[in-house]
């Protein structure tokens, strides 16, 4: 297949790339770097298969015929998308439906990466794909959080209104080599910290929890989803949910590290518990993640460690 994948410079974006060149795809990479990184790319320079474009979605474009789109395009952690606020609103809406015209256009599926985020401050407990959110429409959040539901509004609509095979995805957190190391997220913070010997930053009281999944399971359940019959939001990510305290814990462990802990405010609307229900995953695509949050923490090791030595280099 000829692939397109927006977003193809950021963490699961440039995964999802290796991924499709390792099965025999070729692939189109867009990416107007907002949040993205070329260094995530650079391993293929020289891969046939492969081909980037430096270019915003939000501008109609056309890559001429693919058979496959995944739109991966959006920043994605919190500090990211309150800095671009406007921009992420506009991906979510200008650059999604021009992603939708190009797989209108050529017949081809589409696969939206939503988001858990969808489902805002939970209420209901792990999270069902037919919960339908508790999100501050008017909150900080609320750029990144709406942005994603009126995408998945979009994606419906080209399925029901213009037949488009479309697939989406909510994603909860991930992590792995290539999270980006000052982009404010708990891994990426407390692994850098934990490496440097700094204190960790926890904030509120570190009670909250999130459930962590390993990059290579969620694009294992992201290419399995692309190639099923499923129209429906289907949740991705690792039940096992663990406090930001025993994040932490573990990353001290994995680290050997012996930084301390340090309380900062908890910011607004930071949801309170998060957990994916994957029983529809298990059930359509015969997917369970495979990593513990200790093994996967291990494999990222090398990565983080050579963003410390970079970063203790430009130091002096
Ligand atoms: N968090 C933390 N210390 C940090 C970064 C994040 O305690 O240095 C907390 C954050 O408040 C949230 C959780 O860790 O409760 C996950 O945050 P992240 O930004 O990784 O993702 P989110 O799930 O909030 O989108």
Redesign the pocket.
Known sequence: MHVLVTGAAGFLGSHLVDRLLADGHTVIGVDNLSTGTLENLAHLTGNSGFTFQERDICQPFDVGRVDYVFNMASPA??PEYLRLAIETLRVGSAGTENALQIAARYGAGLLHASTS?CYGDPQVHPQTEDYWGNVNPVGPRSVYDEAKRYAEALVMAYHRSRGVNTHLVRIF?TYGPRLHPSD????S??MMQALLGEPL????D?K?T?SFCYVDDLIEGILRLSRSAEHMPVNLGNPDEYT?LECAKAILEVTKSRSELRFEP??QD??TR?CPNIARAEKLLGWIPQVSLREGLTKSLDFFQSKVQAQLATRG
């Open positions: 952690s919190p985020e957190n404010g997220r708990v891994i913070n407390l930053t926890i904030y509120g570190g909250q999130r930001i908890l910011p930071d949801p998060r």
